[in-house]
Nanobody, 122 residues
Framework: QVQLVESGGGLVQPGGSLRLSCAAS???????IGWFRQAPGKEREVMSCINGRIGTTYYADSVKGRFTISRDNAKNTVYLQMNSLKPEDTAVYYC????????????????WGQGTQVTVSS
């Protein structure tokens, strides 16, 4: 069974940067990993993901050019580097895993972490 633990959230000023980590166990290169976020009163949305095997990536328009997803297979960890943060990026950020998907932006996800809070404020 896949287990995921997010870390790296916190309080940051607008324009600042954070790197989120998703420490994973029980998955292989067959798994896609997605980063989601949910702000109070809003729906959960996928903002970035990386497909298994070939490692193609997806970015939502709202974060494209500012966020970068990467995967360190040796450490079983997926990262989300977030630059040029804006107040509207404030949300709980989740990582999730799904086996065998090459369309990580639309696939359902079977495994989820507990989330980490990101707050962007002056």
């Amino acid at each position: 069974q896949v287990q995921l633990v997010e870390s790296g959230g916190g309080l940051v000023q607008p324009g600042g940067s954070l790197r989120l980590s998703c420490a994973a166990s029980g998955f292989t290169l067959d798994y896609a990993i997605g980063w989601f976020r949910q702000a109070p009163g809003k729906e959960r949305e996928v903002m970035s993901c990386i497909n298994g095997r070939i490692g193609t990536t997806y970015y939502a328009d709202s974060v494209k050019g500012r966020f970068t997803i990467s995967r360190d297979n040796a450490k079983n960890t997926v990262y989300l580097q977030m630059n040029s943060l804006k107040p509207e990026d404030t949300a709980v950020y989740y990582c999730a895993a799904q086996r065998g998907s090459f369309y990580c932006e639309t696939t359902p996800y079977d495994y989820w972490g507990q989330g980490t809070q990101v707050t962007v404020s002056s």
